[in-house]
């Protein structure tokens, strides 16, 4: 399948076939995972799985980097 982008205000924007959308249940409010190895662009939908590791992750990031300051406000 072949598509073209599409302009979107100042951005371009791929379009999906609904057909595509339902066989990987991803509809608007779903996340997307997007890479590229510099030659390809891979879209994925993020898995809840993910989402909750992802957010596990940038927790722990939040607490090591400012330690300190949540024991002070904890006093």
């Known amino acids: 399948m072949r598509r073209t982008l599409t302009t979107i205000g100042n951005d ?6 609904r057909s595509i959308l339902e066989l990987l249940h991803i509809d608007k409010d779903t996340p997307l995972e997007i890479e590229t ?6 879209i994925r939908p993020v898995t809840p799985e993910e989402q909750k590791s992802q ?3 940038a927790t722990k990031r939040m607490m090591d980097a400012h330690d300190k300051t949540l024991h002070k406000l904890a006093k």
Not at 37 to 42: A, C, M, Q, W, Y
């Open 12 to 17: 371009l924007g791929l379009i999906i076939d």
């Open 37 to 42: 190895d510099g030659k390809s662009l891979t």
């Open 55 to 57: 957010v596990g992750d």
